[in-house]
């Protein structure tokens, strides 16, 4: 049990060596397809289709969730 928040929060930056990233559409779609079970045609499909979105400065400004 941590003492303060900036406690629990340096352990727990320390526990994974300050490897932090952002999270981006490409990973969002393999969860989504993992999730429903698709194939690998499908997902291939759906990478080639967010690919192209990303394409669009409309699509940017969505959360990379959102993206996928």
Known sequence: VCS???V???DLLAAVQWNLTAPFS???L???SKACGC?????TMGKYLL???LLSAAVLR???SLQA
């Open 62 to 64: 969505y959360a990379p």
């Open 26 to 28: 490409l990973l969002f």
């Open 30 to 32: 393999r969860r989504f």
């Open 8 to 10: 629990c929060e340096r």
């Open 4 to 6: 303060s928040d900036l």
């Open 51 to 53: 690919e192209h979105a």
């Open 39 to 43: 194939d690998a045609l499908l997902h």
